[in-house]
C-alpha cells in the first residue's frame, strides 16, 4: 500500500528570512524580503514499523538547510545577468544599471540562475537528495518553498520501481 508523509514548513516552523533581488522583473528588481517555509511530501511504503521516514530526521535536515539562508542576502552564482565582483570582505553585485555591495559574509551565494521560488525549491530538493538517503520504498518526493502565505513553488522528484 502505498502512503504518504507531509511537513508544512509554516506549522514545524522550518523558515528562513531572506533578501533577494530577481533582476529580470520590474517590481522584484528592488532588493527585497521574504520570510520563507519549506515544505515535504514523501510519496512510498511503510517500513515494518508501520512509518516511511522519521519526521524528526526530515525537520532536522530541512531545518539545516533553511538555516544555512537565515538572514542572508540570496546572490544567484550562475545568473547571465548580474555581475558578481568580490573585494575585500565585501561583494559588489552589478545588474540592469544598478549596483549593490554587501558585506560577503551577509550572502550566500547559491548555484542556480534566479532565486524564484522555483529555482529555490530545486536548490533545496537537490541539497536534501546529496544529504540524506531516503530509503529505498520512496516513490516521490516534493519540496516546496513558500515566499509568504499563499504563495509559492513545488518540484517533484519521481523515483522509478
Known amino acids: 500500500m502505498i502512503s504518504y508523509i507531509a ?3 509554516w506549522k514545524s516552523n522550518i523558515r528562513f528570512s531572506s533578501a533577494h533581488i530577481i533582476h529580470e522583473y520590474e517590481k522584484c528588481g528592488r532588493l527585497h524580503g521574504h520570510t520563507y517555509a ?26 539545516k538547510l533553511a ?6 542576502v540570496l546572490i544567484p552564482k550562475k545568473s547571465k545577468i548580474i555581475k558578481i565582483i568580490k573585494e575585500k570582505d565585501n561583494v559588489k553585485i552589478c545588474a ?7 558585506p560577503e559574509n551577509d550572502c550566500v551565494f ?4 534566479s532565486t524564484s521560488a522555483e529555482n529555490l525549491s530545486e536548490y533545496f530538493l537537490n541539497r536534501f537528495l546529496k544529504e540524506y538517503n531516503l530509503p529505498k520504498k520512496i516513490r516521490s518526493i516534493e519540496i516546496g518553498i513558500d ?11 519521481k523515483f522509478i520501481k
Open 147 to 157: 515566499e509568504g502565505f499563499g504563495q509559492g513553488a513545488r518540484v517533484e522528484k
Open 110 to 113: 547559491l548555484p542556480i540562475h
Open 7 to 9: 511537513i508544512d514548513g
Open 38 to 63: 519549506v515544505h515535504i511530501k514523501i510519496i512510498g511504503e511503510k517500513d515494518s514499523k508501520g512509518i516511511i521516514i522519521d519526521f524528526s530526521i526530515l525537520k532536522e535536515k530541512l531545518r
Open 96 to 102: 540592469l544599471n544598478k549596483t549593490y555591495v554587501f
Open 67 to 72: 538555516g544555512e539562508l537565515d538572514h542572508r
